[in-house]
């Protein structure tokens, strides 16, 4: 099993970038999937979520600038990042629960937004 993102970059403040992130593997099926960022000198942080109905919960500070979106049949989600600001500037984490594995987490994206 492995997830496996895209999408990080550097972008000036007020820009967008789209993050993706694909599972493959031996899988069954999908439940929860989510992104989540740690800047440098803090913990990680949930970002934002989405179930295999396509509910979302975002963080209070990306509320109104991020949207979370899945497709369920290439098992990819994305996240949609506008209005960039500094304080976005993370490495992004994909996290995927998988039924009958369990969670996973991706790699990492880095974002970098300047001022």
């Known amino acids: 099993v492995q997830l496996v993102e895209s999408g990080g970059g550097l972008v000036q403040a007020g820009g967008s970038l789209r993050l993706s992130c694909a599972a493959s593997?031996?899988?069954?099926?999908?439940?929860?999937m989510g992104w989540y960022r740690q800047a440098p000198g803090k913990q990680r942080e949930l970002v934002a979520t989405i179930t295999r109905g396509g509910s979302t919960n975002y963080v209070d500070s990306v509320k109104a600038r991020f949207t979370i979106s899945r497709d369920n049949a290439k098992n990819t989600v994305y996240l949609q990042m506008n209005s960039l600001k500094p304080e976005d500037t993370a490495v992004y984490y994909c996290n995927a629960d998988f039924v009958m594995i369990g969670p996973y987490w991706g790699q990492g994206t880095q974002v970098i937004v300047s001022s």
């Open positions: 593997g031996n899988i069954f099926n999908v439940n929860d």
